[in-house]
């Protein structure tokens, strides 16, 4: 079932009678369940299109559907009604000054009809699923980043949505408190069942849990789909360009640019990149290569992702052989559905 | 219980001449007639600030989340509203007290019946007061972190429910230093407003102090002033910072 729908969204702002169009055109759907990462460099307009989702922003055109239904044809009462069942999270937390965490979390849901006694009651459980039972009544400001962020996200599940709309919400956060909020999405993610939309400029947040991903580079979306596939086999420049910054490969291109002597070549080698896809990561690949050519390998650079639960590698290889048994590997590789490269 | 506050400002006053004579023994101490018009000057003093600066500071507060709400980019962005209030600021913070007070006459007479007196005071005092308080409410409401404001928008809240559980909810310490320093100034125009039948410690300095030439006269006032000013501003700095966190 489709959660979110965008179709055709645009949104063009006025700066100094000039247009600048922050998103063109793009369309998105998010099934329930998803956790759905938009990313690009700052500027590349993905938060004025999560901002759309909840009509902080009203796009310029296309049509915004949430849950099946239109919001931008809701009036005023009913768009607030429906923006209750859409939480947010933000880069710098937003949190109230003035109120103490259990306050903050009670926000949302003073004036939902609830009683005293299960606003309090839905605030415990809240605090015990972010692990903050202990802080329900300090402020804010005595609280580390990592939790100021736990709170939002508490308060943002108050009224039990079923959207968790997260707009930079690990930027401002060391890599360790990183880790542990997306450790903690992805519970929300799977115990509560909340389809969850991520903004971020950090690949690895995106490589961590998100199952789908839309890359955006000028307000466009070049390239979206599932994880696995656009890791394993991207199209778009940008989006090679953010997944090499998860992982350290380019450095072999530095090396043979600078004539390095690990990567130098015999006569009798190549050199190969090889990058395994989902599907054939279980084939005991090298091995067979060893047994069925006369060659010797040798590893120069190996790295191994986990993405949704399954592995995609990164290797850089020399084989040392005639050229017949070298040209018979490749093939013999190709045939497995690895892609190879060769690098010189 | 007018009388009874009265009494008891009397009492404080009394200690304070008593506490100033020690140092700079006073002629005017041993004259009841002066000490009793001390007493009433202060009182009125008192009144005339409390009573304008209720009204005003409420006025004042709504006029200054009108301006915010209302300005460009705001929560409820209106041209003509904010155009209209902005300019009634600009206007009567442009216009000097002592004019104002004639300007006021009009108004006053058709409000509370008369132009003269500490009554007919009260209304050109409020005119006085709001526009700097509103302004002082402005920046108050403008150091609100828009990120709250996006926050609530996202929880589904009214625009009414951004203005009392972000806007003055958040902004409350600000809102306390507004106020301080709002009394502080309006404590400055019930001098002025004293010299044109509103009475007062104004009124009292310069019939005493001016005309009769009684220096002592002359420094009790000001001591009586600073006193009022340090208890406005130190319960409002403790306030303050009680509620910051």
Known sequence: MEKVVLKHISKTFQVKEQDVHAVKDVSLQVEAGDIFGVIGFSGAGKSTLIRCVNLLERPTSGEVWVNGKNLLELPAKSLREERKKI???????????SRTVAQNIAYPLKGSGKSKVEIEAKVKELLELVELADKAKAYPSQLSGGQKQRVAIARALANDPSILLCDEATSALDPQTTQSILQLLKQVNEKLNVTIIIITHEMAVVKQICNRVAIMEAGVVVEQGN???IFSNPQNQTTKNFINTTTSINEIY?????????????????????????????????????????????IVFANVEILSSTPIGNLVVKLKGSETDRNAAVRYIKEQGVKVEVLN | MGSQISHIVEFIIGKIIELINNFLPMEFMNNPIMIRGLVQAT??????????????????LVVGVIVTVTNKDGLLENKVLYFIFDKFINFFRAVPFVILIPLMMGLSRLLVGTATGTLGMIVTLVFGIIPFFARQVQSALADVDSGLIEASISMGDSPF??????????????????????????LGLTAMAGQVGGGGLGAFAIRYGYQSQEVDATWTTVVIILLIVVIIESSANYFAKKLTH
């Open chain 1, 87 to 97: 939480g947010m999270i933000f880069q710098h937390f937003n949190l109230m000054r």
């Open chain 1, 227 to 229: 994880i696995l596939d």
């Open chain 1, 254 to 298: 530095e090396m043979i640019e600078e004539e390095n002597p690990l990567v130098k070549l015999e006569d009798d080698e190549i050199m190969l990149r090889l990058t395994y896809g989902s599907s054939n990561t279980d084939e005991p690949m090298m091995s067979e290569l060893v047994n069925r050519f006369n060659l010797e390998f040798n």
């Open chain 2, 43 to 60: 009182w009125e003093t008192i009144w005339m600030l409390l009573i304008s600066g209720s009204i005003a500071l409420v006025l004042g």
């Open chain 2, 161 to 186: 429910q951004i203005i009392t559980r972000v806007y003055l909810r958040e902004s409350i310490p600000g809102l306390i230093r507004s106020i301080s320093m709002t009394l502080v100034s309006a």
